[in-house]
């Protein structure tokens, strides 16, 4: 079965391409909230990652009015092919009758009860069923709940109590003990250690050979611009367990969109636990720890509790969007969509001479002008606003294929990427910098 059976008119979505923008973007309406939010609001929204400064202050729009499909409409009325997809939570694309039908016919139930109700054992079942080797888990709201819960399982199975925490995974303190409010304290009880490129991974092996009688957990979210071999996470997994430390998966980003059951299955490896969130339940707010239950049982001994785990409407669509998830080519056709937008617009960059790659992996495309953060990150910004103008909008550096994107709307991308790549080199962006792009 095909995801594309979910829509009404699949020949409306097959058409679905934003109406044309001529010249530069009408942001008035996005301009005049923008003010308003900026006096009532700290930091404009509640996500750092979609501040506007995120992306191409400007030429970009900064606020969504509603979405359908892969297609989104911002409050001035301009359309686009949607690569944000929520940051990366709608796994489906907006308005999925997984998400919407099951919240209308499942509201009449209620929201929130005074004692457990059956859909958390229902839900759990679910999940565990879907991920290799977990037999229990737990429901949260967000992704740094998931790891901040993982933190604590953690030390308090191992005894001890320091953590290696590699890529972003969250901002609760000892995640973000380098930031302002963070007592400084507890920069000594967390490793944050880099993998972006083959040459970080023998200091973390190293680390934990040398550190490991303190260390507790190694929480790995794994990098996105490059996919790391399965015979260093294997070593790393051996590495953790030769020393008692526990070897955890922040699969917040890339559960449900590498395998079915996540980089566990997709790379034929198994982690003592895992952390998601994002696509658990397709845009809805819910997170989860699932993992064997020789683990998981002992968060029955610890205080970590959330009075909206139980929440019903989440929990129902996370067994609809599972279901989704089991039940179509949901996996592959993510895959085989990112793989086409992957090689086409690394041919169109190489004909045009710049420096832009489409690296990582498929379902999770990482838009890569240069190693250099500085450099990246300039280019990135002319790029994506190039792209708005274009109708299609994308994160500045990892970007995500939805169940809900076309082949028409990957091509649509390709060529509004080959047309934004032109206008660049013809404006001088990309002189003298083929010696610092690295792809």
């Not at 995974?169 to 995640?175: A, K, L, Q, T, V």
């Not at 794994?222 to 070593?235: D, G, H, Q, T, W």
């Not at 992957?342 to 992996?361: F, I, M, Q």
Request: proline share 4%.
């Amino acid at each position: 079965m095909t995801l594309q059976h979910v829509y009404a008119d699949v020949d409306k979505l097959e058409r679905g391409l934003p109406r044309a923008t001529a010249g530069n973007l009408r942001l008035d309406r996005s301009n005049a909230l923008l003010a308003e939010a900026r006096q009532l609001i700290p930091g404009v929204t509640q996500s750092l990652m979609k501040r506007p400064e995120m992306f191409a202050l400007g030429s970009f729009p900064v606020y969504i009015e509603s979405g359908e499909g892969a297609l989104v409409r911002d409050v001035d009325g301009n359309e686009y092919i949607d690569y944000i997809c929520g940051l990366g939570a709608n796994t489906l694309g907006h308005n999925h009758p997984a998400v919407v039908d099951t919240i209308h016919e499942r509201l009449g139930k209620g929201v929130l009860h005074s004692l457990p109700t059956e859909i958390e054992v229902t839900a759990t079942r679910a999940l565990v069923d879907l991920i290799p080797g977990a037999e229990m888990a737990r429901f949260f709201k967000t992704g740094a709940d998931a790891t901040s819960a993982a933190i604590r399982l953690a030390r308090h199975v191992t005894g001890k109590e320091k953590v290696v925490t590699i890529g972003y995974n969250g901002w609760h303190d000892h995640f973000m003990f380098d930031t302002p409010g963070v007592p400084a304290v507890l920069r000594d009880y967390t490793y944050r250690m880099p993998l972006m490129a083959e040459a970080d991974e023998q200091p973390l092996l190293a680390l934990i050979a040398e550190k490991g009688s303190e260390i507790a957990a190694v929480l790995l979210s794994l990098p996105y611009k490059r996919r790391v071999s399965v015979e260093f996470l294997r070593a790393l997994r051996e590495a953790c367990h030769a020393h008692g430390v526990l070897f955890v998966l922040d699969e917040v980003v890339t559960g449900f969109r590498l395998a079915l059951g996540g980089a566990q299955e997709y790379y034929g490896i198994s982690a003592d636990f895992v952390c998601l969130s994002k696509g658990i339940a397709a845009g809805m707010p819910l997170s989860a720890i699932a993992g064997p239950r020789a683990v998981m049982s002992r968060l029955a001994d610890l205080q970590v509790s959330t009075t909206f785990g139980g929440e019903m409407l989440s929990l129902e669509v996370c067994k609809a969007v599972l279901r989704e998830y089991r039940d179509t080519d949901y996996i592959p056709r993510i895959a085989a969509l990112g793989k086409r937008l992957r090689e086409g617009v690394n041919e169109k960059a190489a004909k045009v001479g710049a420096p832009l790659r489409v690296v990582g992996y498929d379902a999770i495309p990482f838009f890569l002008f240069a190693d250099d953060l500085a450099v990246h990150t300039k280019f990135m910004a002319q790029f994506v606003g190039a792209m708005a103008r274009r109708g299609v909008i994308l994160r500045r550096d990892v970007s995500f294929i939805s169940g809900a994107h076309t082949e028409v709307q990957i091509d649509f991308t390709i060529e509004a990427a080959h047309d934004a790549l032109l206008e660049m080199a013809r404006l001088g962006a990309f002189e003298g910098s083929q010696a610092s792009a690295k792809a």
